[in-house]
């Protein structure tokens, strides 16, 4: 069950026998109810597993139509034991397949029992090769120590021991367990150790008695499940557990942690610094939680499997530790990923503000520089950026980038295709697969000057216009709202002040803004397109803006969104084009849609028309009045 669990994902298609009740009506119009055995294959949803009790659930929609179960109806299957499931993946990815080789080998069992007690408290736990099971719990209220009052005290200790007793030979399989590992404060495990022989022997039990040599007693701080961690550590129980895997685990994090206090550098946490460690070929052994490899979303778990095959062909060692388990509990609190280190890698905090100190030095250019007096000078309208500086001839080498050049940076790497850059354009390049841009570089590079009104030290923030130019705020704010430069009469002696140039236009519905607030990201909104942005934390809808056609009633509804990148699907249907649809289905013309647009086809033996779509999937509230609560929702003309 545990590996069927780690095997099947989200998405994935199970084909299994299960029981579903049926409702079967007669001629005489009688309806009966039987439950009948019935072979499904399922979408899967929704994945549910229990450790306890050991038992797995699958949610998911049926994909083949039977004579008792529709296409697209729901079903919850429990899976047994001794039940035949064929599971379908669109692809078995390495770590699937290694999954699959353990799941077959039967030396997989659990091979630690750990017994973590203290006065009046006790916890049985399995400790298998991915999680740790507690499997009893044992309380009893002791009372203190008082003249008078010992055989009372006496009396609730034989009742704790024995309960404790009970609890090992009920829940501890003997011939599985290599070691049980009795832990607690003082002499509490020795008490209890020397209560349970005797009483193996008084009462003549034998399974104790042939496995006396498999306890081993050490301390531990409490007897709660959380000190199992010191326990696992000890050297007398790593003796005995060290060919399992849950010994390794709990090794490795011991030694990462170990280097992370006395040499940080030789150690890596979190997916970007793992992921630079991993370009560099640094790491020496990776490890990752089970929750980020069955990760729902498709993209980031091959994300995690790519990394772990770049790993182990690069020689690195991979331990995938699982959240049930103690150790990656701890691991997950580390954002669920770390590494060790071949070799020392710097900060990757202190090489971005090197590559800042870098970027901001000025690099000369070849245009002609404007008048130093703004009063005199024209504002021109921007333009494309200039072309940047060849090096000088004594220089041997410049930036690969052809917008960069760059001839003075300090460190330079080389990318896949061969070209050397400098770091800040190779770090680029690595991550986008594209040049730098020319108005990036050239509004990094230049001086903190305004290109319009040549204000150095005045503006509180810089930005970057068309072309990479850099404009003060108030330039900016300007060619923002009126789409040209500002003009040399709102400025003096080159300070910005403020000047109304007049209303400006809403950048959402185009409106005049007689009266104005600030709306999304702090930008000034028309007050209306405002208030919709603070009620409903979007944009106000084209067909509530007032500069709409309204001899057209309600406007005609937006045509649809293109689906993204990602999507494996698209529905056929031009006046949908859903992407995000949990089932498609192919018609008799051919044409794959998603299930609404299919059902609708196949009754009318049309595509479903644009304004049943965008009733069906838009925004639940009032294109008047923008109420988001009603009872009861109509369709009115067009997009209404």
Request: aromatic content about 8%.
């Amino acid at each position: 069950m545990w590996h069927l669990f780690h095997l099947i994902v989200v998405g994935d298609t199970v084909k299994a026998t299960t029981l579903r009740r049926v409702k079967q009506e007669t001629s005489t119009g009688t309806v009966s109810s039987d439950r009948m055995r019935v072979t499904l294959m399922l979408r899967i949803i929704k994945v549910d597993f229990d450790p306890q009790a050991t038992s797995l659930r699958l949610s998911g929609r049926n994909v083949e139509e039977n004579e008792f179960v529709k296409m697209g109806q729901y079903h919850t299957l429990d899976v047994e034991p001794n039940r035949n499931i064929t599971l379908y993946k669109d692809e078995w990815d390495m770590l699937f397949l290694e999954r699959l080789k353990e799941a077959t080998d039967p030396t997989v069992t659990a091979d630690l029992a750990a017994v973590i007690m203290q006065e009046g408290l006790a916890h049985v736990c399995l400790i298998t090769r991915s999680m740790t099971i507690l499997r009893a719990r044992v309380e009893t209220t002791i009372p203190r120590k008082r003249k008078g009052a010992q055989s009372s005290r006496d009396k609730a200790l034989l009742t704790f021991n024995e309960n404790v007793l009970q609890a090992i030979l009920r829940h501890v399989n003997f011939e599985v367990v290599k070691c049980v590992v009795v832990a607690s404060p003082g002499f509490v495990k020795d008490e209890f150790l020397e209560y349970l022989f005797a009483e193996a022997v008084r009462r003549n039990l034998r399974p104790l008695l042939e496995n006396r040599g498999k306890f081993l007693g050490c301390h531990a701080s409490t007897g709660h499940k959380h000190s199992l961690k010191e326990v696992l550590l000890d050297p007398g129980v790593q003796n005995r557990m060290a060919d399992t895997k849950a010994a390794g685990e709990v090794r490795i994090l011991q030694r990462f942690f170990e280097l992370l206090g006395s040499d940080p550098d030789r150690t890596s946490y979190g997916p970007r610094h793992v992921q630079r460690a991993n370009e560099n070929q640094a790491i020496q052994v990776l490890m990752v939680t089970d929750q980020l490899i069955r990760a729902h979303d498709v993209a980031t778990r091959h994300k995690y499997v790519r990394l772990v095959e770049s790993v182990k062909e690069s020689g690195g060692d991979v331990y995938i530790f699982s959240t049930m388990h103690v150790s990656g509990e701890q691991l997950a609190r580390l954002s669920g990923i770390a590494a060790l280190l071949r070799f020392p890698l710097p900060e990757l905090e202190e090489e971005e503000e090197e590559d800042e100190e870098e970027e901001g030095r000025p690099i000369p250019t070849v245009s002609a520089s404007p008048p130093s007096s703004p009063r005199k000078r024209e504002p021109l309208p921007f333009g494309n950026p200039p072309p940047p500086p060849s090096p000088p001839d004594m220089v041997s080498w410049a930036c690969g980038n052809p917008n960069c050049r760059n001839w003075k940076a300090k460190r330079r790497r080389k990318n896949s295709d061969g070209v050397i850059r400098c770091y800040s354009c190779y770090r680029h390049y690595r991550t986008h697969g594209t040049e730098r841009a020319r108005d990036v570089i050239f509004f990094r590079t230049t001086p903190l000057e305004c290109y319009n009104c040549r204000v150095t030290s005045t503006a509180s923030n810089w930005h970057k216009g068309p072309g990479g130019f850099r404009l003060c705020d108030a330039c900016w704010t300007y060619y923002r709202d009126n789409g040209t430069v500002r003009p040399a009469r709102f400025y003096k002696d080159g300070s910005p002040r403020k000047g109304s140039p007049g209303p400006s236009p809403c950048p959402v519905c185009s409106d005049l803004m007689t009266s104005k607030k600030r709306g999304k990201d702090k930008e000034w909104n028309c007050k209306a397109c405002a208030a919709y942005w603070r009620k409903f934390g979007r944009p106000r809808p084209r067909y509530l803006w007032s500069s709409r056609d309204e001899s057209k009633g309600f406007g005609s509804p937006p045509p649809p969104s293109p689906p993204p990148a990602t999507a494996r699907w698209v529905c056929g249907n031009p006046h949908c084009q859903d992407g995000t649809a949990r089932q498609y289905c192919t018609g008799r013309d051919s044409v794959t849609r998603c299930i609404e647009c299919y059902d609708y086809y196949m009754k009318n033996g049309s595509d479903r028309p644009r304004e049943d779509v965008f009733f069906a999937n838009g925004p639940r509230e009032c294109c008047r009045c923008g109420m988001k609560r009603s009872q009861f929702w109509r369709r009115g003309p067009g997009a209404g």
